[in-house]
């Protein structure tokens, strides 16, 4: 039996209560250098929390079983803004497509793994640690960052922006994580004497959570005195729609975006950002749920990739998106969906080469009842970015490796 | 107080102790030494890069029990507690009777509530169960948010504290027919034609059994057994009533409407609809008939992974962060074979072996709601209510709004580096709002055994003020923990 909380434990020692494991051992180990960390390709990592339902996000149009099985929450063909004879977005998403129209968006259909998981939990941590075998312990992004991107625990370098938790993706031993909810608030408040205090307070914490609280204020105090002029050297060049009343989403992406440019922009070395939105677990009111969270994430993409390319970083920048599963071809009986298994996902940004790849899944040869087969390996995704996009090894990430994907453009 | 007499005093450095994670250096423990004040703690049993345990002494075992049964405690509080043996001071906790939630303005506002609920855990003298409703509202979770403008999150808070600490086939079967449960995993969306899984598939997977304990199929048929759950409105004499309509009025009006019949005694509640329900035979965990949701539940208890599941659940927060399967194993059984009688569940963890080991002083990692309300206990400032439904958010809880169903993560999930910001600048902001303060020292005493770390004595010792002392108290490591 595997559940969520082994999951979240596994960092202590089997026997008793052991120490648990900090991300980086040493608080000074950071101190020295950043210069072999570059923002020069930034990958932006964008979570849609509680599984995406794929088939209302890239709509197969043209499949006669698409509108028989979506009798009520089915998009017509005459309302999808078409990608190709086929598939089209979600009418809520003029904007990414018109970044598909220009090329820059990568579809990747039919994104899975074998033996789909049903569960958030199982999909997540699946997902996150790269692993249907759910054996890994470390993130993968955490392991890219610890053993590749930054062996130096630079603190800016891995950023999960807009939450107050670290996400599963970015946990490895060797990584550090800037977690900053807001610029505003990344402070210590209450005045000089309490700027002081608050770091000494943390020093040489005693017991098994000691080096993992004190890497955590070491890592505050280092972020907070490099974003501390930020203010002065960005400036958002578009607007961003806060939107954050969009229902049961529990993150403003808008702010988190915007956020993630301003770290881009100013903090020469970082290299991966992660955000997330939440509320597409759409089992009931689907029409008007996802249709409402998809046209936010439109908004909040397309605001992010225009401030980005305003500021002249377009070359350097890729967003991904993922969820941790798609959603069952047939509709329930609350205009919604359940939880599914394959999904298209989204890579953004002018690096990539855009198209629609893979294959959309049938609606009709399903899996495990009514399921979509999966047609891409999520890991094939990973493995482009890590190496194409990244210039990094694949291998040692996700300890084997899969075909590759043609959407990184090749200068 | 002037600041001669509060020093932390250098003279008690007791285990220092080379190696362990962070290299050669090693730790020193301060405590404090005052006049007429006998030493508390143990000079011995530190483990290299770890407090001295207090643990031996009656008054550090009542200490550490009560920062984990209750929000924290006073002096006096925990003189009492120390005074009486372990077993009793034991059994005196968890049969606590709860003290009803007092009365809340706005009845269909989640905040309301929750800004009531943040006050009563602050001055209740009934600590236990309200440690115990928020435990339930971490496992058994609903979020606010499909059911705005209804009382529903109230209806849920008063059920968890007033069946929380019975039995758990009354709680399972109550949270079933919970009308903010039902609403939130989509149970009112759930018929006979097509049955909604979503509860179905949570309530085994992380309310009862497990992931791996069911199978798709179990989610499906389950699903089916519990179809055509609905909310009505009752009133007092169980009529039932017609639902105020939001539509149409506003929402002060509305607000008006829905707590004045909740004054004249009506209340939501979770019935079967015997046209929505599937009625058909199933086959559900191995077992085939023509099962309803009562008996669906029954079939969940009756499986061997329920009780350790639960166990497991109670033990990673109020005993062990990463709990051995023999002590998961050891404490189900006796939870199991009371029948799942809370108290039973509870007074085996809290008198096992495990929650007494030296390696259980300070191993647990306080979440946001209980740091925040034991700041209130300390400080005896229950009027920073409205601040904790605040400043949840930028330490990762805001209650009755969990990240997802599996409720908010545990230990040393709750670290990061934006988070335990949040938490200094919680203790700042309280510190800068009060007036006067309690003695900072008798504090360090009481609420930190006068067991802290070179680092906190030196901050506490470099204070100028008694706010600042408190920061330094407030902001601790030793006190993030329990």
Redesign the interface.
């Known amino acids: 039996?595997?559940?969520?909380?082994d999951f979240?434990?596994s960092?202590?020692?089997?026997?008793?209560?052991?120490?648990?494991?900090?991300p980086v051992?040493?608080k000074s180990v950071f101190a020295a250098t950043v210069e072999d960390v570059h923002n020069d390709k930034v990958l932006v990592i964008l979570q849609l929390?509680?599984g995406n339902d794929g088939l209302n996000t890239v709509i197969p149009f043209a499949d006669p079983a698409y509108l028989q099985a979506r009798p009520t929450i089915g998009i017509t063909a005459d309302k999808v803004l078409p990608l190709n004879a086929s598939v089209g977005l979600n009418p809520v998403m003029p904007g990414l497509k018109k970044l598909f129209d220009a090329g820059e968006v990568a579809v990747v259909q039919g994104v899975g793994y074998p033996k789909p998981v049903?569960?958030?939990?199982?999909g997540l941590y699946i997902w996150e640690h790269a692993d249907p075998s759910m054996q890994q312990t470390e993130g993968w992004l955490g392991k890219l960052l610890a053993s590749q991107l930054d062996g130096q625990g630079h603190?800016l370098t891995g950023c999960?922006l807009g939450?107050?938790?670290?996400p599963a993706e970015l946990v490895a031993q060797n990584a550090t994580?800037?977690?900053?909810?807001s610029i505003p608030?990344?402070?210590?408040?209450?005045g000089a004497?309490?700027q002081v205090?608050?770091p000494?307070?943390?020093?040489?914490?005693?017991?098994?959570?000691?080096?993992?609280?004190d890497q955590?204020?070491s890592?505050?105090e280092y972020?907070i005195a490099a974003l501390g002029d930020s203010q002065h050297r960005y400036t958002p060049s578009v607007s961003y729609t806060a939107q954050s009343t969009v229902?049961?989403s529990?993150n403003s992406l808008a702010t988190s975006l915007q956020l993630t440019a301003e770290m881009i922009i100013t903090q020469p070395s970082v290299k991966i950002c992660h955000v997330v939105l939440?509320g597409f677990?759409t089992?009931?009111d689907e029409d008007t749920r996802q249709n409402a969270l998809l046209a936010y994430v439109d908004s909040a993409v397309s605001a992010f990739m225009q401030d980005i390319a305003n500021h002249g970083m377009a070359d350097r920048v890729v967003l991904m998106t993922w969820s941790e599963f798609g959603r069952r071809v047939a509709e329930?009986?609350?205009k919604?969906t359940?939880?599914g298994a394959a999904a298209p996902i989204f890579v953004v940004g002018k690096p990539v080469k855009g198209g629609v790849f893979g294959e959309q899944p049938s609606l009709t040869r399903t899996v495990?009842?009514g399921n979509l087969q999966y047609n891409v390996d999520f890991r094939s995704v990973y493995q482009t970015l890590i190496r194409d996009w990244l210039n990094a090894d694949p291998a040692s990430v996700l300890g084997a490796s899969f075909p590759e994907l043609p959407i990184i453009q090749t200068l | 107080m002037g600041s001669a007499h509060i020093k932390l005093s250098r003279r008690q450095v007791l285990g220092i102790a080379a190696g362990g994670v962070v290299g050669a250096v090693g730790f020193r423990y301060l405590t404090l030494q005052l006049p007429g004040v006998s030493q508390k703690v143990a000079s011995a049993g530190g483990a290299a890069g770890a407090w001295a345990s207090p643990l031996t002494t009656s008054a550090g075992r009542a200490a550490h029990l009560l920062r984990r049964a209750t929000f924290g405690y006073t002096a006096a509080e925990w003189d009492s507690a120390a005074s009486m043996s372990y077993p009793d001071l034991v059994d005196m906790i968890v049969n606590q009777a709860a003290q009803p939630l007092p009365t809340v303005a706005d009845p269909t506002s989640y905040q309301a509530v929750v800004r009531a609920w943040y006050e009563h855990m602050a001055t209740t003298p009934a600590q236990f169960p309200e440690r115990m409703t928020l435990f339930w509202h971490g496992l058994l979770t609903s979020d606010y948010r499909k059911a705005a403008r209804l009382p529903f999150v109230l209806q849920q808070n008063v059920l968890y504290r007033s069946i929380g600490r019975t039995d758990f086939r009354s709680l399972i079967n109550a949270v079933t027919f919970d009308p903010l449960m039902i609403r939130y995993l989509d149970l009112e969306e759930s018929t006979a034609a097509a049955p909604n899984e979503n509860y179905s598939r949570e309530l085994m997977e992380l309310f009862t059994l497990g992931v791996g304990n069911y199978s798709e199929s179990d989610v499906r048929e389950g699903a089916r057994a519990l179809s055509g759950i609905r909310t009505i409105l009752v009133d007092a004499n169980g009529q039932r009533m017609q639902v105020p309509k939001l539509k149409g009025s506003t929402p002060a009006a509305y607000a008006q409407a829905v707590g004045q019949l909740l004054a004249q005694g009506a209340s939501f509640k979770g019935v079967l609809a015997p046209q929505q329900h599937d009625a058909g035979v199933k086959t559900f965990l191995g077992r085939t008939g023509n099962i309803d949701p009562a008996q669906a539940l029954d079939i969940i208890l009756a499986q061997p992974a329920c009780a350790p599941h639960i166990a497991r659940n109670a033990l990673v927060q109020f005993c062990t962060p990463d709990p051995p399967a023999s002590l998961v194993t050891s404490v189900a059984t006796a939870f199991r074979s009371s029948n799942y009688d809370i108290k039973t569940l509870m007074r085996t963890i809290f008198t096992s072996e495990a929650f007494s080991a030296p390696d259980a002083y300070r191993s647990l990692v306080r979440g946001p709601a209980e740091y925040m309300v034991a700041t209130m206990r300390a400080l005896n400032r229950p009027n920073l209510a409205a601040r904790c439904v605040q400043a949840g958010a930028a330490m990762d809880q805001i209650l009755y709004d969990m990240p997802t169903v599996a409720g908010w993560p545990a230990n040393q999930g709750w670290v990061s580096s934006g988070a335990w910001l949040a938490r200094l600048n919680f203790a700042a902001n309280v510190v800068a709002s009060a007036h006067t303060f309690p003695d900072p020292v008798a504090a360090v005493h009481a609420q930190l055994d006068g067991v802290v770390g070179t680092d906190t004595a030196a901050v506490f010792n470099a204070s100028q003020s008694d706010g600042d002392r408190w920061y330094a108290l407030l902001g601790s490591p030793e006190f993030q923990l329990k």
Not at chain 1, 1 to 5: A, D, K, S
Not at chain 1, 118 to 122: A, D, G, K, R, T
């Open positions: 039996m595997i559940t969520r909380r979240m434990v960092g202590i020692t089997a026997t008793g209560v052991g120490i648990i494991v900090p051992f040493a929390g509680g049903y569960s958030h939990f199982e603190p999960a939450q107050a938790s670290t994580v800037s977690v900053i909810d608030t990344y402070q210590v408040q209450g004497g309490r205090a608050a000494a307070l943390y020093k040489q914490t005693p017991g098994i959570y000691g080096a993992l609280f955590a204020l890592t505050a972020g229902y049961g529990k939440g677990d089992h009931q329930n009986g609350g919604g359940d939880h495990d009842a």
